[in-house]
């Protein structure tokens, strides 16, 4: 499957990760929601099965990171809603042609590139719905259609057996790819104490910030690879 975009929606991140306020202090939680995005970030960038990615975002420190990194910006939907942002990525998508859509968030830290190439490799020929549910299979981590619209997505907090449902009822019998690092976002206290218990551990931006606040039980091995646009 070639021609693949991933589509990245990032809300503003000075009130990003809200949910989280009984164990970080806003500025923590600002730090955090900012590692993790380049995490993700950097994960997709080594894709090399990607063409792209798009990032809806009106966060000033997102769009300053992703100009650094060459990537592209889109404003339009961007206060919308995870759903809503989503979807203005999929309309520029739709509008230039593309042959499909990989939306991923940016809370996913532990997510792999080798996990992404794994994904794309396991979706069907359009039109076809893959999908990556988070590891408590209420919500859906990763969704990968072709073409960009062929499903009408509505993400949530229980939102993974109703895509599975949307595609079926499209016609589309869906391909489900189960992946930890993908399967792991940080949305409530109980996650971020999944995340730091996890074994084998992955040395992340987001591991060496949480161990900046204290939060770390074991020292990270060493720093985190530079983010840099890619060649």
């Not at 070639?2 to 500025?27: C, F, N, Q, Y």
């Not at 040395?203 to 983010?227: D, N, Y």
Request: charged share 25%; hydrophobic share 45%; glycine share 10%.
């Amino acid at each position: 499957m070639k021609d693949i975009w991933a589509v990245v929606p990032v809300k503003e991140i000075d009130g990003a990760k809200h949910r989280l306020s009984a164990m970080l202090t806003p500025p923590q939680r600002q730090a955090l929601a900012g590692a993790m995005l380049r995490d993700v970030l950097r994960a997709l960038l080594a894709v090399r099965e990607l063409a792209g990615i798009l990032v809806v975002t009106l966060d000033p420190h997102a769009t300053e990171l992703c100009r650094t990194l060459g990537l592209r910006v889109v404003t339009d939907g961007a206060r919308d809603g995870h759903t809503g942002a989503v979807e203005a990525g999929g309309r520029v998508l739709l509008a230039e042609g593309r042959g499909g859509m990989l939306t991923v968030p940016g809370d996913i830290p532990r997510i792999q590139a080798e996990e992404v190439s794994r994904l794309i490799a396991a979706h069907l020929p359009g039109p076809s719905f893959t999908i990556v549910p988070a590891h408590d299979e209420l919500g859906s981590n990763a969704v990968l259609l072709s073409p960009p619209n062929v499903v009408k997505l509505r993400f949530g907090e229980d939102s993974y057996f109703p895509h599975l449902d949307a595609a079926r009822k499209a016609g589309i019998e869906p391909t489900v790819v189960r992946l930890a690092g993908i399967g792991m976002d940080i949305d409530l206290p109980a996650d971020l104490d999944r995340f730091l218990a996890l074994e084998p551990r992955i040395e992340t931006e987001t591991l060496a910030c949480l161990e900046s606040m204290g939060l770390c039980p074991k020292p990270c091995k060493g720093a985190v690879a530079p983010l840099n646009p890619p060649t």
